[in-house]
């Protein structure tokens, strides 16, 4: 059984930070991709970064590059979403997604993942 089990949203000020993490199970994690997604209200979901539980490699949004960093603990089998300079148009609900054969094609795209976490909701205050 995959689950994907996101922690760490809370309501902090803009230009604090924040980690968040998901944690997987029940995926080949050698050949997993992890991305996380958000979606604010009346929004559509939109990609944020993603990464190849395989190599590392990374995939960002422009609007979170230099902000946001993914990363993965293999031994954990978590990946974290470490938040910086937060802005109030930050502010959704974030959810980690799953796919099992590699980050190709659109790893940004919600369209390619076929697991979801429950979200956890981030709030940054002007």
């Known amino acids: 059984q995959v689950q994907l089990v996101e922690a760490g949203g809370a309501s902090v000020q803009a230009g604090g930070s924040l980690r968040l993490s998901c944690a997987v199970s029940?995926?080949?994690?050698?050949?997993?991709?992890i991305g996380w997604f958000r979606q604010a209200p009346g929004k559509e979901r939109e990609g944020v970064a993603s990464?190849?539980?395989?190599?590392?490699?990374?995939y960002y949004a422009d609007s979170v590059r230099g902000r946001f960093t993914i990363s993965r603990d293999n031994a954990k089998n978590t990946v974290y979403l470490q938040m910086n300079s937060l802005k109030p148009e930050d502010t959704a609900m974030y959810y980690c997604?799953?796919?099992?054969?590699?980050?190709?094609?659109?790893?940004?795209?919600?369209?390619?993942?076929?697991?979801w976490g429950q979200g956890t909701q981030v709030t940054v205050s002007s």
């Open positions: 997604a799953g796919r099992q054969w590699g980050c190709t094609g659109f790893p940004l795209s919600p369209a390619g993942y076929d697991y």
């Open positions: 029940g995926l080949t994690y050698s050949s997993v991709c």
């Open positions: 990464i190849y539980f395989g190599d590392g490699r990374t």
